[in-house]
Every structure is written in C-alpha cells, then in structure tokens.
Nanobody, 120 residues
Framework: QVQYVESGGGMVQPGGSLRLSCSAS????????MTWYRQAPGQEREIVAV????????VYHDAVKGRFIMSRDSAINTVYLQMNNLKPEATARYYC?????????????WGPGTQVTVSS
C-alpha cells in the first residue's frame, strides 16, 4: 500500500532554512518521478519541485529557484527538500507524491504533509 510520511517542517524566521523529508512505502521512489507540492490556507495546491525518474533533473517553481534543492536517497526510499533563505510566502503545508499514470488510483493517495511556517 502506497504511503507517504512527510516530516521536518516547523516554524522558522525569514532567511532561515528547513530540510523536509518524505519517507515513501509501497513503491520504489527511483521508479517514478517525484514531486513536492505545497498548499497555503485558502489557496490551490501548487508544485514546488519535480524530480525526474532518473533523478538527474529537477524542475523548480520560479519562486523557489536557487533557494530550494530537491534530492533523494534511493537506499532508504526517501526524498528531501532543502529550503534555504525562506520567505514568509513559503508558509504552507508541504506534501510529496509520486507521479503515477493518470489511470492509476494510487495517484489519489496523499500523505499528511508537514507544516512550514515562516514568520518573524
């Protein structure tokens, strides 16, 4: 059964850093493209970063380019999001998910997410 457990969120001051982790089970992260999403209160969920299946390419949201780094550790089936120089607009709940084929119902599964709050 597919599961995601996101962790590492918290409250940080502007300019600070956090490292989010996403431990996946029920599938192998290196077999799929993986995405970090975030959702702020009252807003639509948006893509933050997408890593290719091969792990050799990551596409970032324009708002986080140069400050966020997505990586993975295939040995422990975990993906990460290193967030540096955080800004208040990064405040949101963060989720990770594999990119399943559209017809695959496993694409409807989400983890609980981890809350990031950037505030002085």
């Amino acid at each position: 059964q597919v599961q995601y457990v996101e962790s590492g969120g918290g409250m940080v001051q502007p300019g600070g850093s956090l490292r989010l982790s996403c431990s996946a089970s029920g599938f192998t992260v290196s077999n799929y493209a993986m995405t970090w999403y975030r959702q702020a209160p009252g807003q639509e969920r948006e893509i933050v970063a997408v890593m290719s299946r091969a792990g050799d390419n990551v596409v970032y949201h324009d708002a986080v380019k140069g400050r966020f780094i997505m990586s993975r550790d295939s040995a422990i089936n975990t993906v990460y999001l290193q967030m540096n120089n955080l800004k208040p607009e990064a405040t949101a709940r963060y989720y990770c998910k594999a990119e399943w084929p559209k017809s695959d119902l496993r694409g409807t599964i989400w983890g609980p997410g981890t809350q990031v709050t950037v505030s002085s």
